[in-house]
């Protein structure tokens, strides 16, 4: 059984699009997240949820909206794409946020490639 | 400014030989965790480190916590091919423990 997964696993599209990742955990943690990983391999996060409640918000464009509609599910929307916002995208999920609840479970990743 | 820094960026050893890789901050961490990711997949968990001196082994892996809670290293004793991958060390800090993950040590492992 896949802990956490994401939809799609690739995503090809043209600049100005809309698209949207699906992002879903069978751990039954509290909390999700969202990063972004560049061709450099650094990983940034993006958003935290827990409990469908928005709890971290970095320096992200608001052309990027989350989304959790309950704790089990997080999806990212993405307005106006742009060149940039090529990566790789990985949700996560844990147990909860604090020191020894934050051990962070990865879904595989979404390569988003805007043309 | 990158809060975490590892070292070295990239490390290309034989099979069988011991190596040492280093995550650096001058911040302080609640707590440190390393990650191994592996290409097309997302980062595993290895080990989280709490306390400051605080030693972990995971079969041929020794992992350290620095005494001040400000560094961790990752030590792997008679390297495999199998440990080849993108190690990362993240930490958390700050009133959320929010997690800061360091760039990375891209480690080769070769037959």
């Known amino acids: 059984d896949t802990a956490v997964s994401q939809t799609p696993k690739y995503l090809v599209t043209q600049m100005g699009n809309d698209k949207s990742i699906k992002c879903e955990q069978n751990l039954g943690h509290d909390t999700m997240y969202w990063y972004k990983q560049d061709s450099k391999k650094f990983l940034k996060i993006m958003f935290s949820?827990?409990?469908?409640?928005?709890?971290i918000n970095e320096t992200v464009p608001n052309r990027f909206s989350p989304k959790s509609p309950d704790k089990a599910h997080l999806n990212l929307h993405i307005n106006s794409l742009e060149l940039g916002d090529s990566a790789v995208y990985f949700c996560?999920?844990?147990?909860?946020?604090?020191?020894?609840?934050?051990?962070?479970?990865f879904g595989p990743g979404t390569r988003l490639t805007v043309l | 400014t990158q809060l975490l820094e590892q070292s070295p960026q990239f490390l290309s050893i034989q099979e069988g030989e011991n190596l040492t890789v280093y995550c650096n901050s001058s911040?302080?961490?609640?707590?440190l965790q390393w990650y191994r990711q592996e290409p097309g997949e997302g980062p595993v968990l290895l080990v989280t480190?709490?306390?400051?001196?605080e030693v972990k082994k995971l079969k041929r892996l020794t992992f350290q916590f620095g005494d001040a809670r400000k560094d961790s290293s990752l030590h792997i004793t008679a390297a495999q091919p199998g440990d080849t991958g993108l190690y990362l060390c993240?930490?958390?800090?700050?009133?959320?423990?929010?997690?800061?993950f360091g760039k990375g040590t891209r480690l080769h492992i070769l037959p």
């Open positions: 993240a930490g958390a800090k700050g009133r959320d423990d929010k997690i800061i």
């Open positions: 996560a999920s844990s147990q909860g946020f604090g020191s020894r609840y934050n051990e962070q479970f």
């Open positions: 480190v709490v306390t400051g001196g």
């Open positions: 911040s302080v961490f609640s707590s």
């Open positions: 949820y827990n409990n469908k409640e928005l709890i």
